[in-house]
């Protein structure tokens, strides 16, 4: 028998549940994160059954994991905040309250509504992913400089990173419990040309809230506050390659003032799927 304990699920967390079946997403993942936000185990099932769609069962085709290239951290003020569980550091005064003023400008001149990774049809999100974004290119020089300094900061390529995106978060707004690293199923869809799997996050706050929009990652029992300047980085991946789910993470709610934030991700190499062949003896993997 499912258990009682904890909170029911919310209509908020109802339309989480069913767009993210909807999308493919493993469901033991789904409770997961469910369960980590204190939903009991009853009310879990119970929208999982009212979503009236089927549970995704499919095993994608593994992939043949390229070597993920390592940093070489050059931010002799960091703080490892991780553990044993997650490679993650926070860096006061990472930029100037110049920098981040006219980095923050840029992002306030060309948001849009924020989306999610798979959004069935490309809609935007309206309860999952509340903010606004914005890509920043490189040829703007703030973002060139930008860009230079975080990678100089890692120790890793710029060509390994995506282009740098800002979000706005206004009273109210959040980013729910998710976490970087793309699923085996999004994988394919979400390469980059040579680039695949993402590797490390690179967050910054470029404004001080007047009160909330922490970054909280349960698994690990801790919150970042935003703060001016600050920085937060980790490895979304475990040392095997694979996701470290202990990454999930989530944008409280801003409940005064606003936040704005930039986001880098560097990725790796992109994979090989894995083939296989019928032989007389059974099935044989080969690369």
Not at 192 to 207: A, D, K, P
């Given at each position: 028998?499912a258990?009682?304990?904890?909170?029911?699920?919310?209509?908020?967390?109802?339309h989480?549940?069913?767009?993210?079946?909807?999308?493919?997403?493993?469901?033991?993942?789904?409770r997961?994160?469910l369960?980590?936000?204190?939903?009991?185990?009853?009310?879990?099932?119970?929208?999982?059954?009212?979503?009236?769609?089927s549970?995704?069962?499919?095993?994608?085709?593994?992939?043949?994991?390229?070597e993920?290239?390592?940093?070489?951290?050059?931010?002799?003020?960091?703080?490892?905040?991780?553990?044993?569980k997650?490679?993650?550091?926070?860096?006061?005064d990472?930029?100037?309250?110049?920098?981040?003023?006219?980095?923050?400008?840029?992002?306030?001149?060309?948001?849009?509504?924020?989306?999610?990774?798979?959004?069935?049809?490309?809609e935007?999100?309206?309860?999952?992913?509340?903010?606004?974004t914005?890509?920043?290119?490189?040829?703007?020089?703030?973002?060139a400089?930008?860009?230079?300094?975080?990678?100089d900061?890692m120790?890793?390529?710029?060509?390994?990173a995506?282009?740098?995106?800002?979000?706005?978060?206004?009273?109210?707004?959040?980013?729910?419990?998710?976490t970087?690293?793309?699923k085996p199923?999004?994988?394919?869809?979400y390469?980059?040309?040579?680039?695949?799997?993402?590797?490390?996050?690179f967050?910054?706050?470029?404004?001080?809230?007047?009160?909330?929009g922490?970054?909280?990652?349960?698994?690990?029992?801790?919150k970042?506050?935003?703060k001016?300047?600050?920085?937060?980085?980790?490895?979304?991946l475990?040392?095997?390659?694979?996701?470290?789910?202990?990454?999930?993470?989530?944008?409280?709610?801003?409940?005064?003032?606003?936040?704005?934030?930039i986001?880098?991700?560097?990725r790796?190499?992109?994979?090989?799927?894995?083939?296989?062949?019928?032989?007389?003896?059974?099935?044989?993997?080969?690369?």
């Amino acid at each position: 028998m499912a258990s009682t304990i904890g909170k029911p699920l919310d209509a908020a967390w109802t339309h989480w549940l069913h767009l993210n079946i909807q999308r493919g997403c493993a469901i033991d993942e789904l409770r997961g994160i469910l369960r980590s936000n204190g939903f009991s185990d009853a009310s879990i099932e119970a929208g999982i059954a009212a979503s009236g769609l089927s549970v995704p069962g499919h095993v994608p085709m593994p992939t043949v994991l390229a070597e993920a290239p390592q940093p070489k951290l050059q931010l002799p003020n960091a703080v490892a905040r991780g553990g044993d569980k997650a490679e993650l550091y926070t860096v006061d005064d990472f930029l100037s309250r110049e920098e981040c003023d006219e980095i923050v400008a840029l992002i306030l001149a060309q948001l849009r509504p924020s989306t999610i990774s798979t959004p069935p049809g490309g809609e935007y999100d309206t309860g999952f992913r509340t903010s606004r974004t914005c890509d920043l290119s490189d040829t703007i020089p703030a973002v060139a400089r930008l860009d230079t300094k975080i990678a100089d900061a890692m120790g890793l390529a710029r060509t390994m990173a995506e282009p740098t995106q800002g979000q706005h978060y206004e009273i109210g707004q959040v980013f729910k419990t998710h976490t970087d690293f793309f699923k085996p199923y999004e994988l394919e869809k979400y390469t980059m040309g040579e680039l695949g799997q993402r590797t490390w996050t690179f967050m910054i706050y470029l404004n001080d809230p007047e009160a909330g929009g922490e970054t909280e990652f349960p698994d690990l029992g801790m919150k970042v506050s935003p703060k001016l300047g600050r920085a937060v980085l980790w490895n979304n991946l475990q040392a095997s390659g694979q996701g470290n789910d202990a990454t999930r993470h989530q944008s409280l709610p801003v409940t005064a003032g606003t936040k704005t934030i930039i986001t880098k991700w560097f990725r790796m190499p992109r994979g090989k799927a894995a083939t296989f062949k019928s032989g007389r003896v059974g099935w044989q993997q080969t690369y």
